[in-house]
């Protein structure tokens, strides 16, 4: 029981283990076993969420040495709270439905794909879970590789070209953010830190500008996760050329490390950079959710479309995360559970006439829906979750997130990325129209069939989590508020010190816009328990 | 007391999955049909007991909440699944659930045969399920829900013909728009809250509590802002101007939905959103205002429109956004109670009118088919003469005609003669009242002027669909019929709860029922106004009698140049048209409204999202990285010559570096 989460993240690399001793040729087995592999995942990290106790504190802790070298001291240190919870549980959740939808789309090198997909799992719940800050730079790079080996051997047309950006960017990111841990760590000792615990370091008092140059750099990194504006431009061509899980996982998980590194690390640690980067950092994400929009619009690849618009909700994500309150904050982390479930559906649903019609081309579809009828159904639902239709997942997170954001010092911003529900409404509805409507004249199209047994299989428990999220969310937000409370408290006194210091000595000019608002801004709310 | 009232939503959810789940299995059209029309006769029974019991009670005390489950909390916002059961719900249960309840029935005869018959019941469930969330939603939030769903269920329903591409067209433009809407109304919810919040510490976004504090709320400033957002929404949901053009597109639904969605209840949800938020609104003169003159322009102006279309749903879709306007024009004038009276009487004569031309468009449909023609079955140029061969229909259409063109005895008389007396004698507006009642009297005229054109087009003079059609056009069939005629009663009938006080007066004391019913829920803004306004001047009766007379004498005239020019001089309009080639050409095309967004708004939109793909991109973002890439390939290029492992070139360096190091030494 006590060792949950360590069994949870390294079940899939005893999968890779019992993979290694299956001959290659036998796809249906290797399919097969990677399939329970991620289905026992799923499973046993279910006592997780059970066991899971509604408070601030970090749970299933395990806590060991690991590395004693020279001055650096690392330990395995693994726990999860309400933040991190969700997140592990949407791994476990997704893996399955991603092996799923591989099962006759990749036909070449089964086993190798099996690996670098079980591998990636230990990867990016390795990063969910670690408390050591070591321990999670180990795994964000482990997620890298599988990743970069999923596009560029499986991947389309373009596939080397794809994996490359997508390797150089993150890891251009990552180098900065490893020079700023090692930096960090020295400043720990100095202040009699002796390990690379995370809780230790968020008791570390660093001046501003300390504070600034260590933010850019961890910020850097996980914008390009993200990622933001303009540092997304590897997204739309890593998406088009992996293969459909790649793109499921990449969506529905990895983007998440990006929104996920910043709420764990970025802001508690750094909190005062952090709020004097607040309107540079929402103004970015503004400029994403409305640039994203506007390009996905005119895309005429529908899987580049969906790559655009998560550009585009995660833009939503970090407005409510950069809000610093309570509100802003939960309607960012629920934001990433519904993006995680409703983008990775829709990519699903590409991969499902992709693998039809080995075309993604918007014109080379339309009047599908007569063809398909189930298909144009789930089609539907996802679309409107992805729109944020109240009812569906999408819109508890994107309400709370505009709220939050519109209670804070962020207002004007807000306002602004409202009007992305307009325009989210405008790509994919087009879409939808121009493949699903209208006359069924391409003779191609006229011989497809409708979703097998399978894909409805994948589809259904995530169009059933659509509507569980959309109609009762308060479970979810219930599990994640102590956790988001404490955050809050982390970062919010900070917030109000930086705002009363009257200029930062150390920072670098050009974001104009703190001065204005910041003033009668609405600090108190957050902190303030319901009244009624 | 009310606990069963979640019933009400309820039944037509239970429909909806019934249907939607399970219909295609089903098959049977009875079935299908008989569960969707009896789960919304469910509502409609729960509702008349609802409001019964609510009537039992005094006036003070018909007001209830009945709270299902918590929705979201977070931080201090809360929001519930809850319902809010008032003299104003209740009025707005029994429009969706009874004129929806008719149409329901009407559908099964009117959809019979038609491919996908239980997806449309399906949705026709779900939309009276959203639309009965929105009146009884007991929080902005949760209204916000019914009001994002009926969006949904018109776009679906548009859409139902999803193989034409202009249904498809008008589904999005439908949804698009009533989302620039919705922006509207969110941002107006948010300042709304955030401001009662920071100033005052209430933080709410129920309908109760908000109206208890709205003492609070200082007049005009933020309050201003708050409702103009608010009423955007109400604009992008009720086909106002600005954003009026999807509702003359949406007809490219079936036309029962045409009746239930975009007459009878949906479009009126922007009506209903400001009366249920009458205390915010009173509070802003200059809102107040600008709804008035938006209603009084949309009225006219749609009307203006109404005259030159020969699609028979596309007058009717016209009208509609004009007598939205009317109810926008009573909203604007603080005149709530008026506003929701003729949301009412319209719901009765609309929805009639909207049926009875689908009963036409039906049998047309059918004598076409029969003789292989493609003629339009909706345009009145091929019709003419209906009168004997469908003598029900015919009568029913001619008494809710009557009753939309303010005949004085029917109920849109009593409407829309209250909303033109209270336009012209609020104390809101001072000189532009005058103004405002000229409007709504001239687009009276036209009402009656382009309502009656439609009737002499359709039913009287010659009939000129082929001979070959023209006997196998027949009366339709009961299940059809029977709504139009309960619908026409109502059209007749349903004035009278609500006679204006100078009539009432004169029959000996006859009291506005529907007034006094609604007066608890307006009573806020009512204090308001005994404290603030000053009162509108006083107007002697003879004067309110005598603008009466001129209204129903507009009117009047517009039926007779109808008559003149549709039945006796049929080659007038010919001649009018070819007198003034310009104007009726901007007419007939709308006043090229649509060109004009798309000009606007629409293509630049692209372009500039095509540019920012191709430009910015592709160009800028990639440019710098291969651009790095291409840097750094470059130097490799030169000094991948250092490890080239080759023997002689290591040779050759060495013999160089050490030519210079000697050099350097020697020369030092």
């Known amino acids: ?532 | 007391m009310f606990d069963n009232v979640w019933l009400i939503p309820l039944f037509p959810f239970i429909g909806f999955l019934i249907n939607g789940l399970l219909g295609k299995k089903i098959k049977n059209e009875t079935v299908i049909g008989g569960i969707g029309a009896v789960t919304v006769l469910g509502s409609f029974i729960v509702s008349c007991m609802t409001i019964l019991k609510l009537l039992s009670l005094p006036g003070e005390e018909r007001l209830a909440e009945v709270k299902v489950f918590t929705w979201i909390t977070s931080g201090n916002f809360n929001a519930d699944i809850a319902f809010l059961i008032d003299p104003l719900s209740c009025i707005m249960l029994m429009v969706v659930t009874g004129v929806g309840f008719l149409i329901h029935v009407y559908s099964i005869g009117y959809m019979h045969g038609e491919e996908g018959f239980y997806r449309f019941f399906a949705y026709l469930n779900l939309f009276t399920f959203s639309m009965l969330l929105l009146v009884m939603g007991n929080n902005l939030l949760l209204m916000f829900v019914g009001w994002e769903g009926v969006g949904l269920c018109s776009y679906l329903l548009i859409g139902y013909y999803f193989h034409k591409k202009s249904a498809g067209d008008a589904g999005k433009k439908a949804f698009v728009m009533n989302r620039v809407g919705d922006f509207g109304f969110l941002l107006g919810a948010f300042t709304l809250y955030w401001f009662m919040g920071q100033n005052h510490n209430v933080w709410t976004i129920q309908f109760t509590e908000m109206a208890k504090s709205s003492h609070l709320l200082p007049t005009g400033g933020i309050v201003t802002i708050i409702t103009l957002c608010f009423f955007v929404g109400a604009t992008g949901k009720s086909a106002q101007i600005p954003l009026y053009t999807w509702l003359p597109d949406a007809m490219e639904g079936p036309t029962p939905v045409s009746a239930l969605i975009h007459a009878a209840t949906m479009v009126t949800a922007g009506v209903y959103m400001i009366a249920r938020m009458n205390y915010l609104f009173i509070r802003s003169p200059e809102t107040l205002m600008v709804v008035a003159v938006i209603g009084a322009c949309t009225a006219l102006f749609a009307a203006t429109i109404g005259t030159a279309q020969n699609d028979i749903k596309r007058v009717l879709a016209y009208s509609t956004v004009s007598q939205l306007g009317y109810m926008f024009l009573a909203m604007g004038a603080g005149a709530f109670a008026a506003g929701i009276f003729h949301l009412m009487t319209h719901a009765f004569f609309k929805a009639c009118l909207f049926l009875g031309s689908g009963a036409v468009i039906h049998s047309m449909h059918h004598a076409l088919h029969h003789v292989h023609s493609h003629d339009d079955a909706q345009d009145m140029r091929n019709m003419g003469g209906l009168k004997s061969k469908m003598p029900l229909t015919f009568l029913t259409f001619l008494l809710a005609t009557i009753a939309i063109a303010g005949i004085p005895g029917f109920s849109g008389f009593f409407s829309k003669d209250e909303i033109l007396w209270q336009a012209f004698s609020n104390p809101h507006h001072g000189g532009l009242n005058l103004l405002l009642w000229g409007f709504g009297a001239v687009a009276a005229g036209l009402t009656a002027f382009y309502m009656f054109r439609l009737v002499f087009m359709t039913f009287y003079g010659e009939c000129r669909i082929t001979p070959k059609a023209k006997d196998h056009l027949h009366e339709s069939p009961m299940v059809i019929v029977f709504p139009l005629i309960v619908l026409a009663a109502l059209s007749v009938v349903g004035g009278y709860i609500g006679i204006p006080k100078v009539i009432g007066d004169t029959l000996g004391g006859i009291p506005n029922y529907f007034e006094h019913y609604l007066e608890p829920v307006f009573k806020y803004s009512h204090e308001y106004m005994a404290q603030h306004a000053a009162h509108g001047g006083h107007h002697s009766v003879a004067l309110e009698w005598g603008l009466m007379g001129l209204s129903v004498l507009i009117a009047l005239a517009g039926i007779t140049v109808a008559f003149t020019m549709y039945v006796k001089n049929t080659e007038l309009p010919a001649r009018f048209t070819a007198a003034f080639p310009a104007l009726h050409r901007a007419v007939f095309n709308k006043w090229f409204i649509d060109e004009l967004y798309d000009f606007v708004f629409v293509n630049p939109c692209k372009a500039f999202g095509r540019f920012l793909w191709k430009g910015f991109d592709v160009v800028v973002v990639d440019g710098i990285v291969n651009g790095v890439a291409k840097v750094v390939m470059g130097f490799s290029g030169v000094f991948r010559y250092m490890q080239s492992g080759l023997i002689h070139n290591y040779a050759w360096t060495m013999a160089f570096g050490v030519v210079v190091i000697l050099g350097y030494y020697v020369f030092k």
């Open chain 1, 1 to 532: 029981m006590s060792n949950l989460l360590s069994l949870t993240t390294f079940l899939p690399i005893l999968g890779v283990l019992l993979l290694l001793f299956i001959p290659k040729d036998s796809k249906a087995v290797l399919r097969g076993v990677a399939f329970v592999v991620t289905v026992v995942t799923f499973l046993v990290s279910l006592p997780i969420l059970t066991g899971f106790r509604t408070n601030a504190e970090f749970q299933f802790v395990e806590n060991v040495p690991w590395i004693a070298a020279g001055p650096f001291f690392m330990r395995y240190n693994i726990g999860i709270d309400g933040i991190s919870l969700w997140l592990v549980i949407l791994t476990t959740f997704i893996m399955p439905l991603a092996v799923l939808s591989t099962w006759t789309a990749v036909e070449e090198k089964v086993k190798e794909y099996m690996i670098c997909l079980l591998l990636l799992e230990t990867g990016m719940l390795g990063a969910f879970i670690s408390l050591d800050l070591f321990l999670f730079y180990i795994f964000w790079e482990v997620m890298l590789i599988p990743m970069y080996f999923i596009i560029g051997i499986w991947g389309g047309k373009n596939k080397i070209y794809a994996a490359v950006k997508f390797f150089i960017f993150t890891m251009v990111g990552s180098l900065l953010m490893l020079v700023a841990l090692i930096f960090l760590y020295f400043k720990g000792i100095n202040a009699g830190i002796t390990d690379f615990s995370l809780l230790h370091f968020f008791d570390l008092k660093l001046d501003l500008a300390t504070q600034t140059w260590l933010f850019l750099a961890f910020a850097l990194a996980f914008a390009i996760k993200v990622p933001m504006f303009p540092l997304h431009t590897w997204l739309p061509d890593a998406h088009t050329e992996a293969p459909t899980a790649g793109s499921v996982i990449l969506a529905a998980i990895l983007l998440k490390m990006g929104t996920y590194g910043y709420v764990r690390f970025a802001m508690p640690l750094f909190p005062e950079a952090a709020y004097k980067f607040a309107p540079l950092i929402a103004t970015l994400a503004v400029i994403g959710i409305i640039y994203a929009a506007l390009v996905a619009m005119v895309q005429e690849d529908v899987k580049k479309l969906v790559a655009y618009s998560s550009v585009a909700h995660l833009g939503f994500v970090m407005l409510g995360v950069f809000a610093f309150n309570e509100q802003g904050i939960t309607g960012g982390l629920l934001q990433m559970l519904n993006h995680g479930v409703s983008t990775g559906a829709l990519f699903l649903i590409v991969g499902f006439i992709y693998e039809r019609r080995h075309t993604r081309l918007i014109t080379d579809f339309g009047g599908l829906s007569k063809q398909m009828p189930v298909f144009a159904t789930i089609f539907m639902i996802v679309t409107l979750s992805s729109i944020g239709l109240p009812g569906t997942n999408g819109f508890v997170g994107e309400f709370l997130v505009l709220l939050g954001g519109f209670e804070s010092e962020l207002r004007w911003w807000t306002v602004v990325a409202a009007s992305g529900v307009i325009l989210s409404a405008v790509y994919m509805l087009w879409m939808f129209q121009r493949v699903m409507f209208g006359e069924l004249d391409n003779p191609k199209n006229q011989k497809l069939t409708d979703l097998n047994a399978r894909e409805i299989a994948i589809m259904v428990p995530l169009i059933a989590l659509i509507f569980i999220m959309g109609v009762y969310p308060n479970p979810f937000i219930e599990k994640m508020d102590p956790a988001v409370k404490k955050l809050v408290s982390q970062v919010r006194p900070a917030a109000m010190t930086a705002r009363q210091m009257p200029s930062a000595p150390a920072l670098p000019a050009g974001h104009p816009m703190v001065a204005p608002t910041a003033e009668h801004g609405s600090a108190a709310p957050a902190a303030v328990v319901n009244p009624h």
